[in-house]
């Protein structure tokens, strides 16, 4: 069936270094993938979605590239922001199922 | 953009009353969502509901819960009887399509006492 791994648990980083949280997935269909973020006390907002023509999405200096070689849809950022700390979910739209969320990645950035 | 409303914001209830979370998903949307999340962990799927139906449940989505959506008005969840593990914090989330953006309302954090 389908599923979605990312980077579990904490993750910390010191500010102006680059970010990198992992998710590869597993599916039967050509599937989408997207990144959800989740500052503190709110709901969580869709920060990324794959495309199906190869196109890397990028939004608030953020960026992912499906490879369907290796399964993989990380998100990237060059350089962190104190304001990027939150949890972030890797998902995955395939088949029939809907929606399949990984267990999140909580990033703190440090000053 | 698009938004989800989630009533009440915060519900307190003794253990073993019935609660009932109301969500207003957006407009045109055909499939709706509950996740939960205890605080200071991960958000987990219970559900998804689609033409009237469960489509697909979790573990997490125990005998005691229910959900529906009564002529196209409020999605709800029902929890009947509550349980001390139950309480968290309540998303509800809507999409057009079943492969489409899911939307999250704001969430409803139950107390359980």
């Known amino acids: 069936g389908d599923s979605v791994t990312q980077t579990e648990g904490l993750v910390t980083l010191t500010e102006g270094l680059p970010v990198m949280l992992n998710c590869t997935y597993q599916?039967?269909?050509?599937?989408?993938l997207f990144w959800y973020v989740q500052h503190l006390n709110e709901a969580p907002k869709l920060l990324l979605k794959s495309f199906t023509d190869n196109k890397r999405p990028e939004h608030q200096g953020f960026h992912a590239t499906l490879h369907k070689s290796s399964s993989s849809f990380h998100l990237q950022k060059s350089s962190a922001q104190l304001s990027d700390s939150a949890l972030y979910y890797c998902?995955?739209?395939?088949?029939?199922?809907?929606?399949?969320f990984g267990k999140g990645t909580s990033l703190t950035v440090i000053p | 953009g698009p938004k989800v409303l989630q009533i009440p914001s915060h519900q307190i209830i003794d253990m073993g009353q019935m609660v009932t979370l109301n969500c207003d998903p957006v407009?045109?949307?055909?499939?709706f969502y509950w996740y939960k999340q205890i605080l200071g962990q991960q958000m987990e799927f219970l559900v998804n509901?689609?033409?009237?139906?469960?489509?697909?449940k979790s573990k997490l989505f125990k005998d005691q819960f229910s959900v529906e959506r009564p002529d196209g008005s409020y999605f709800t969840l029902k929890i009947q009887p509550t349980a001390l593990e139950d309480s968290a914090v309540y998303f509800c989330?809507?999409?057009?399509?079943?492969?489409?953006?899911?939307?999250f309302g704001p969430g409803t954090r139950l107390t359980v006492l």
């Open positions: 989330a809507s999409s057009l399509g079943r492969r489409d953006e899911q939307y």
């Open positions: 509901f689609y033409n009237g139906k469960v489509m697909e």
């Open positions: 599916s039967t269909y050509s599937p989408f």
């Open positions: 407009s045109n949307h055909l499939y």
């Open positions: 998902a995955l739209s395939g088949g029939y199922q809907n929606f399949y």
